[in-house]
């Protein structure tokens, strides 16, 4: 049965990826891993169809043969035969055996990653990916170098996911509290389906994106552009982009409605109520102070709660998240 959706779940993905390199039922194989996975997944469902074969076959011939003629006869009594109880478990066994050492060898390849691996953190939360790079910049598409061992290392903010990359093979869930990794080394330059494959709430089937891997030389250029993307863009919208990396949009609606906090609708420029009834008006200075110091004015009605951001934005992200904010008049 597993294997029907498996097929099922193959094809639909072969409309969504890009790349040649497909066979039948299985996506493209991107990664230098996913050959041996196939090659292996092969081999079982082969061993499988033919067994099946041979006992349908034996089944039916069983049934002709033997079919009872008379109701009334006593068949012959046969208990047992050693030699061929023998073959029955041996057969068997050393196939499973096969399987179980050629499929624990492919999971301590998949397991252990190369220690000169380009590393990646990856936060899931519901419901998206957010991808942060060594110099800090994040993304929510998976970029990486072609023919080079990338890992991922990953946790969650909430629930349990999982990172599932079909066209390289690899799959691994992705807990809070924890880290888990994953490696691959993607060998066909390209764009491929990234998901969710651990239900994980109303919008599990939001948490698809892509893995993008640039050609030789390719992905050291895109990323030096891309640690500058702010500069690249109209500063609402940079602002727009950091509100939903930088995970501002938990607490903070741009609609008009309350959450953890303040909604930021109307909110540059208005008077703002703290907690020991002072008043302060909304300005750059302020917005500023929100972001590096949370704890230094409480908005009255709230709890502080919002961590700061020291570190994690540099001026010119506080510009495009302010002209973000002033557009939300
Ligand atoms: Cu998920």
Same mark, same amino acid.
């Given at each position: 049965?597993?294997?029907?959706?498996?097929?099922?779940?193959? *094809?639909?993905?072969?409309?969504?990826?890009?790349?040649?390199?497909?066979?039948?039922?299985?996506?493209?194989?991107?990664? %230098?891993?996913?050959?041996?996975?196939?090659? &292996?997944? @092969?081999?079982?469902?082969?061993?499988?169809?033919?067994?099946?074969?041979?006992?349908?076959? #034996?089944?039916?011939?069983?049934?002709?043969?033997?079919?009872?003629?008379?109701?009334? $006869?006593?068949?012959?009594?046969?208990?047992?035969?050693?030699?061929?109880?023998?073959?029955?478990?041996?057969?068997?066994?050393?196939?499973?055996?096969?399987?179980?050492? &050629? =499929?624990?060898?492919?999971?301590?390849?998949?397991?252990?990653?190369?220690?000169?691996?380009?590393?990646?953190?990856?936060? =899931?939360? +519901?419901?998206?990916?957010?991808?942060?790079?060594?110099?800090?910049?994040?993304?929510?598409?998976?970029?990486?170098?072609?023919?080079?061992?990338?890992? &991922?290392?990953?946790?969650?903010?909430?629930?349990?996911? %999982?990172?599932?990359?079909? %066209?390289?093979?690899?799959?691994?869930?992705? /807990?809070?509290?924890?880290?888990?990794?994953?490696?691959?080394?993607?060998?066909?330059?390209?764009?491929?389906?990234?998901?969710?494959?651990?239900?994980?709430?109303? =919008?599990?089937?939001?948490?698809?994106?892509?893995?993008?891997?640039?050609?030789?030389?390719?992905?050291?250029?895109? /990323?030096?552009?891309?640690?500058?993307?702010?500069?690249?863009?109209?500063?609402?919208?940079?602002?727009? +982009?950091?509100?939903?990396? *930088?995970?501002?949009?938990?607490?903070?609606?741009?609609?008009? $409605?309350?959450?953890?906090?303040?909604?930021?609708?109307? #909110?540059?420029?208005?008077?703002?109520?703290?907690?020991?009834?002072?008043?302060?008006?909304? @300005?750059?200075?302020?917005?500023?102070?929100?972001?590096?110091?949370?704890?230094?004015?409480?908005?009255?009605?709230? @709890?502080?709660?919002?961590?700061?951001?020291?570190?994690?934005?540099?001026?010119?992200?506080?510009?495009?998240?302010?002209?973000?904010?002033?557009?939300?008049?």
């Amino acid at each position: 049965m597993n294997l029907v959706f498996d097929l099922i779940a193959q *094809l639909a993905l072969m409309g969504v990826a890009q790349t040649a390199n497909k066979t039948f039922y299985m996506p493209p194989q991107a990664s %230098a891993s996913a050959a041996h996975v196939d090659w &292996l997944f @092969d081999l079982i469902l082969w061993i499988s169809v033919f067994f099946f074969v041979l006992i349908v076959i #034996l089944m039916v011939m069983f049934i002709v043969k033997y079919r009872v003629k008379d109701p009334n $006869a006593e068949g012959p009594r046969i208990y047992h035969n050693t030699p061929l109880e023998i073959t029955w478990t041996a057969i068997p066994l050393a196939i499973v055996v096969v399987i179980f050492w &050629l =499929g624990f060898k492919g999971y301590m390849d998949l397991a252990v990653p190369p220690a000169n691996a380009y590393e990646i953190q990856v936060t =899931g939360q +519901k419901w998206k990916w957010l991808f942060t790079y060594p110099n800090g910049y994040v993304d929510e598409i998976l970029h990486v170098p072609s023919d080079r061992p990338v890992t &991922l290392v990953m946790t969650s903010t909430d629930v349990i996911h %999982a990172m599932y990359i079909p %066209a390289f093979r690899a799959k691994t869930d992705v /807990m809070p509290g924890r880290y888990t990794k994953i490696w691959f080394d993607a060998t066909e330059p390209g764009t491929y389906p990234l998901f969710c494959a651990e239900y994980c709430g109303t =919008g599990h089937s939001a948490m698809i994106t892509e893995v993008l891997v640039h050609g030789p030389g390719e992905f050291e250029t895109w /990323m030096d552009e891309a640690a500058n993307w702010i500069a690249t863009m109209a500063p609402e919208e940079a602002g727009l +982009k950091l509100y939903s990396m *930088l995970g501002c949009q938990q607490c903070h609606s741009t609609t008009g $409605a309350a959450g953890i906090g303040p909604t930021w609708a109307g #909110l540059f420029g208005s008077e703002r109520k703290m907690k020991d009834g002072s008043t302060i008006v909304a @300005d750059e200075n302020y917005i500023r102070q929100s972001i590096l110091e949370p704890q230094a004015e409480i908005v009255a009605g709230f @709890d502080p709660v919002m961590p700061t951001f020291q570190g994690r934005i540099k001026d010119d992200g506080i510009a495009a998240l302010i002209a973000y904010m002033k557009s939300l008049q």
